[in-house]
């Protein structure tokens, strides 16, 4: 926006800024900001129209940093559905309060919009690091960050960005890992449900990188089926009808997360289609329920745990320290189980 103000120090607008926009004194703009009733309902209006305008956050952490640390740390992630992200933030939080440092989880419902909003809250109640999930987020975002000057670390992603700590792992290469493992049994009929792909990098790049084996190893990524659902069971469910209703089923399917997979298993359950026998399954993430499908569900280990370990690590360490933290990339493991075998012979 061409006329915002931007503070030398803050690299935003500052407290001043929005008092002239407003044209009030800065205890008024103070007191609206602040949410002190005794002000009119004009001079509010033009405060908080000014504050928007000009993009104004109220710094919590510059505010308690001055005095002391406020000794807490955001971590928004998008959901709190089947745990998916549970173990990374029991990582993150166990280690942070080894050192006395507190969490605060907000959920974004895979809306970069709202996770912007969930960020401005955070800054405003001092956090001093920022936890997010994956690499895509939006420029308003990165932009508060960097001009609150609130240090952040991207999981589930090994991509950087050019300033804070990308600490998790390749999607693509999970993603052909899977393609790989399904093709060394022996199939060239494979299928794909996928964790919808918009605003979502992590579900993007299973995608790719499972086409990209397919393409590697000689066969038309084109010719292989691809459904995206959001991470219910019962899109799984449904997904895995729209691919046993093909004309040439696929003998494999690889499910961009264990929830997905679960629903792929009931529905070849309710319909007896053997597994492996007529369909294998491979699922994303190795939560609890992968051991509680019928078969047991063969899937990809994400390294949770150690995650949200190593990006507490980097928050909690000296900045002379954190350049060479910024970057980890763990690996990802294959766990065999129950749900997938050898191709059929009429897949051949």
Known sequence: MAGRAQGPDSGGAKLIDVARLANCSLATASRVLNGNPRVGQDERERVMRAAADLGYVPNGSARALRSTRSR??????????????ATMVDGLQAKLAESGVSVIISTSHYDLDLEFEQARLLVERG???IVLVGS????QTMALLDQKRVDYVLTYTSVAADTGAA?????????AAAARFLMDLGHTRLGMIAGITTNNDRAKGRLDGFLAEVAARGHDPEAVPVVEGAYKVE??????RSLMDLPVRPTAVFC???ILATGAIKYCQQQGIAMPK???????DNLEIAELTAPELTTLEVPAREMGTLAANYILAPVAQKRYLRQTELPIRIIVRGSTGAAP????
């Open 72 to 85: 807490l740390v955001g971590a928004i992630i998008p959901t709190l559905d089947h745990a998916i992200y």
């Open 127 to 129: 956090a001093e690091s």
């Open 136 to 139: 895509a987020h939006s420029a």
């Open 167 to 175: 600490i998790g792992f390749d999607n693509e290469k999970a993603g």
């Open 235 to 240: 899109s799984g469910r449904q997904a895995m």
């Open 256 to 258: 961009g997360s264990d």
């Open 278 to 284: 007529e369909i294998s399954i491979v699922g994303f």
């Open 345 to 348: 012979k009429f897949s051949e």
